[in-house]
């Protein structure tokens, strides 16, 4: 037995356990990640956590719902997509005047300012998916792309949280859909957003 065994030996059991189990630790480091945040870069922009929540039997329609962050000095714009599970990915807006809900499209899609976050939430700006092609189950994530005018198409997948939620599990919704400058100091405007149409009755 060499000299460093026989100190080795002669230590408590607990301190040779403990050493043990840090070695091991060193041992795995290597190949301990991080868990991959569910977040997008294209470009100037950063897309968070897209989500989407679980649909009854027989739904047409789904809303789609995330985070885009301009970290750009010129601005950009959100104007469509696809989805795996859905024949139309649009752009849509509901907004409530004297308690009436009215949602409309925006084809020209959604301004997206330089140097603010924008958010698209239930009850405001919003993915709209049409034609579903199947339902969307609570926990699954389902595949799409998120088409920008200047950033291009970005591939992304959607979490799909649970029937009615108002915003990812472990988050808060906020409280308003607006740009905001990303040092969250005031609003920026979302103008030209094309016709006023209703679209129904439909809460995303």
């Known amino acids: 037995m060499t000299h460093f065994h026989a100190k080795a030996a002669s230590l408590p059991a607990a301190f040779r356990l403990?050493?043990?189990l840090f070695c091991g630790l060193l041992a795995l480091a290597p190949l301990a990640v991080p868990a991959a945040a569910h977040d997008y870069k294209a470009g100037d922009l950063e897309i968070a956590h897209p989500w989407t929540r679980a649909t009854p039997a027989g739904a047409a329609?789904?809303?789609g719902f995330l985070v885009v962050k301009n970290h750009g000095s010129t601005p950009d714009r959100l104007v469509g997509?696809?989805?795996e599970f859905a024949d139309k990915v649009e752009i849509h807006e509901m907004s409530t005047t004297d308690g009436v809900m009215k949602m409309r499209h925006l084809p020209d899609g959604l301004a997206l300012p330089?140097?603010?976050?924008?958010?698209?939430k239930p009850g405001s700006f919003h993915i709209m998916f049409t034609g579903l092609r199947r339902g969307l189950a609570r926990d699954e994530k389902v595949k799409g792309t998120l088409l920008f005018e200047k950033a291009g198409t970005v591939e992304v997948e959607w979490k799909v949280e649970a029937m009615g939620a108002r915003a990812?599990?472990?988050?808060?919704?906020?409280?308003?859909?607006?740009a905001a400058p990303l040092d969250h100091s005031g609003h920026g405007d979302h103008s030209g957003h094309g016709d006023h149409s209703g679209h129904g009755a439909h809460t995303p």
């Open 168 to 178: 990812p599990a472990g988050a808060t919704a906020g409280a308003s859909g607006d």
């Open 61 to 63: 329609v789904a809303g």
């Open 18 to 20: 403990r050493a043990a």
């Open 81 to 83: 997509g696809t989805a």
């Open 114 to 120: 330089a140097g603010t976050e924008t958010e698209l």
